[in-house]
């Protein structure tokens, strides 16, 4: 059985504190769903950090290869250990203009006969996939991709880009964390990739850009409530709950559109999920698998809340 999980805090002088609970001591495949998705919570987490703490912070959870990535604004991680590797998008900070251009860039691009693409997050990507490609290409470990927020589609296009590659490694499976909308219908469908896209209650990062210009959300849902517990809430009763998640944070002087698309508070609320988990498992109870925490995606856009 996996170890308890126990807070490991890495801090730079004058920062924000992360505060990390994952442990990986064997292959990501072998950990349960839960637990591979606080990993690369986390990692997407680290990915915000400058290297010399991106490199502390990934050794302390089990990675103890770290390589950042850089061009013209775009970043990604290369973290690995002996089984496997992780791809990390950079989300987006508030001070770098790259990062708003591409998120404020609202037009699409044509990628073939693969369809259309946000243009802004798809240069993102062109900034940095000939080296990532590189360093991936004969790399027999497994390979896996997260991000968060502009991270999440930087990661999405990563994955489907090396699910069309010659990299030796397929993809194993992506995770995303508040994600907006990539591309239209043709493109989230063209690559057959797991992936897993994680949603905080209010997060109005996974509402843009908005559907009526064409664009549609891809992979398969988690949902986060408004307490951060994992439900497969839907229509009228996802609704309620986003209501009621807006409201409680209002009466904490807290606008939940914005603060529900923290990457802290998603890796916070999947390792309140993981401890749940084991505490059930320690008990002898029947523990969620899989198909009990995720939405599975209809590719129907009439169907996705978001």
Same mark, same amino acid.
């Given at each position: 059985?996996?170890?308890?999980?126990?807070?490991?805090?890495? +801090?730079? /002088?004058?920062?924000?504190?992360? !505060? $990390?609970?994952?442990?990986? &001591? *064997?292959?990501?495949?072998?950990?349960? #769903?839960?637990?591979?998705?606080?990993?690369?919570?986390?990692?997407?987490?680290?990915?915000?950090?400058?290297?010399?703490?991106?490199?502390?912070?990934?050794?302390?959870?089990?990675?103890?290869?770290?390589?950042?990535?850089?061009?013209?604004?775009?970043?990604?991680?290369?973290?690995?250990?002996?089984?496997?590797?992780?791809?990390?998008?950079?989300?987006?900070?508030?001070?770098?203009?790259?990062?708003?251009?591409?998120?404020?860039?609202?037009?699409?691009?044509?990628?073939?006969?693969?369809?259309?693409?946000?243009?802004?997050?798809? +240069?993102? /990507?062109?900034?940095?996939?000939? !080296? $990532?490609?590189?360093?991936? &290409? *004969?790399?027999?470990?497994?390979?896996? #991709?997260?991000?968060?927020?502009?991270?999440?589609?930087?990661?999405?296009?990563?994955?489907?880009?090396?699910?069309?590659?010659?990299?030796?490694?397929?993809?194993?499976?992506?995770?995303?964390?508040?994600?907006?909308?990539?591309?239209?219908?043709?493109?989230?469908?063209?690559?057959?990739?797991?992936?897993?896209?994680?949603?905080?209650?209010?997060?109005?990062?996974?509402?843009?850009?908005?559907?009526?210009?064409?664009?549609?959300?891809?992979?398969?849902?988690?949902?986060?409530?408004?307490?951060?517990?994992?439900?497969?809430?839907?229509?009228?009763?996802?609704?309620?709950?986003?209501?009621?998640?807006?409201?409680?944070?209002?009466?904490?002087?807290?606008?939940?559109?914005?603060?529900?698309?923290?990457?802290?508070?998603?890796?916070?609320?999947?390792?309140?999920?993981?401890?749940?988990?084991?505490?059930?498992?320690?008990?002898?109870?029947?523990?969620?698998?899989?198909?009990?925490?995720?939405?599975?995606?209809?590719?129907?856009?009439?169907?996705?809340?978001?």
């Amino acid at each position: 059985m996996s170890s308890s999980l126990v807070p490991k805090v890495i +801090q730079d /002088v004058g920062e924000v504190p992360l !505060v $990390l609970h994952s442990d990986v &001591r *064997e292959p990501l495949a072998n950990l349960s #769903f839960l637990r591979r998705g606080l990993a690369l919570a986390e990692l997407a987490m680290i990915a915000y950090n400058d290297e010399a703490e991106a490199s502390r912070a990934a050794e302390a959870i089990g990675f103890s290869e770290s390589q950042l990535f850089e061009h013209d604004g775009a970043q990604a991680y290369r973290f690995a250990n002996a089984q496997d590797v992780v791809l990390a998008c950079r989300g987006t900070e508030a001070n770098e203009w790259n990062d708003l251009k591409a998120d404020a860039n609202a037009s699409m691009a044509v990628v073939g006969a693969f369809g259309k693409v946000h243009s802004g997050f798809n +240069q993102e /990507v062109d900034d940095l996939w000939p !080296v $990532l490609e590189g360093t991936l &290409r *004969e790399d027999t470990r497994p390979v896996w #991709f997260c991000g968060h927020s502009l991270g999440a589609a930087m990661a999405t296009i990563c994955a489907y880009r090396c699910k069309a590659s010659a990299i030796v490694s397929n993809p194993q499976e992506l995770h995303t964390y508040g994600s907006p909308r990539i591309g239209n219908k043709r493109y989230i469908r063209h690559a057959e990739l797991s992936h897993y896209r994680w949603v905080h209650n209010n997060d109005v990062v996974t509402r843009v850009p908005p559907a009526w210009l064409g664009y549609r959300h891809g992979g398969d849902e988690v949902y986060l409530d408004r307490h951060g517990r994992i439900r497969k809430l839907k229509g009228v009763w996802r609704s309620r709950d986003r209501w009621r998640g807006f409201m409680a944070g209002l009466f904490k002087w807290k606008f939940d559109l914005l603060a529900d698309h923290s990457i802290h508070l998603y890796a916070q609320h999947i390792a309140t999920a993981v401890v749940q988990e084991d505490r059930k498992a320690s008990a002898g109870r029947e523990t969620r698998d899989e198909d009990d925490l995720v939405i599975r995606n209809k590719q129907d856009e009439s169907e996705q809340n978001d």
